[in-house]
């Protein structure tokens, strides 16, 4: 029993910085990107974001989700995360655009699932929609059709729609889902387990580093 639970000692020090198993630890160009310049797309003081660059038409962002969501169960306070919609033109754009209109309407929390759901699961909304067909959609969680029509063509949206394309380019976005560290590491990863264990290395690093006088 003592050796197994040595082994398990062992095995949680390899993702701690500063550690004898630093040897183990994630490394620059392999496990994430460093990012010249890079600052959190909403900087909050005494706190560590966590963005991700997503899609709803995305499949690997659908089945990223759930684990995404009880990872965040498990973050300390200081650990602020904040979802993306990627920018990248065409079909995409229609996909941040509802985002953002629904974020400014507080609709987020009640429909973000909802949309994953309705793309990849039910079908109720196809990977290309119309803007007519997105405020149907929407029409059905707290808002009308008209007034949620009406939210996507705020000059707010076209704002953040541009803040959230050049946070893209200025990350080096390859795709998506995408796990941003404070602005500062774009996570790498072979897997989503892998991509969620390089987070949680580079969050204790920030930690680490905002505490030191």
């Not at 009406?150 to 380019?169: D, G, I, N, T």
Request: glycine residues 8%; neutral net charge; hydrophobic residues 45%.
């Amino acid at each position: 029993m003592k050796a197994l639970l040595t082994g398990f000692l062992l095995a949680a020090l390899a993702w701690l910085p500063g550690t004898a198993a630093a040897a183990d630890a994630p490394v620059s160009g392999r496990d994430y990107v460093e990012i010249p310049g890079g600052m959190p797309w909403a900087p909050k003081a005494g706190t560590i974001e966590v963005a991700e660059v997503f899609g709803y038409s995305c499949p690997h962002c659908a089945h990223l989700e759930p684990q995404l969501q009880a990872w965040k169960a498990q973050q300390k306070h200081d650990v602020n995360f904040v979802a993306i919609p990627a920018a990248f033109g065409g079909a995409w754009n229609g996909w941040a655009r509802a985002y953002f209109a629904a974020y400014n309407l507080g609709l987020v929390p009640r429909t973000h699932e909802a949309v994953f759901k309705a793309v990849h699961e039910t079908g109720m909304l196809p990977r290309n929609p119309s803007a007519q067909e997105l405020a149907a959609f929407y029409a059905g969680h707290g808002t009308s059709a008209d007034g949620f029509r009406a939210a996507m063509a705020e000059p707010k949206v076209e704002e953040q729609m541009r803040r959230a394309a050049a946070f893209a380019r200025a990350s080096g976005l390859e795709g998506t889902p995408t796990l941003i560290v404070d602005g500062r590491y774009r996570v790498l990863g072979h897997d989503f387990a892998e991509m969620l264990r390089i987070t949680d290395w580079l969050v204790a690093r920030e930690r680490q580093a905002q505490a030191r006088p």
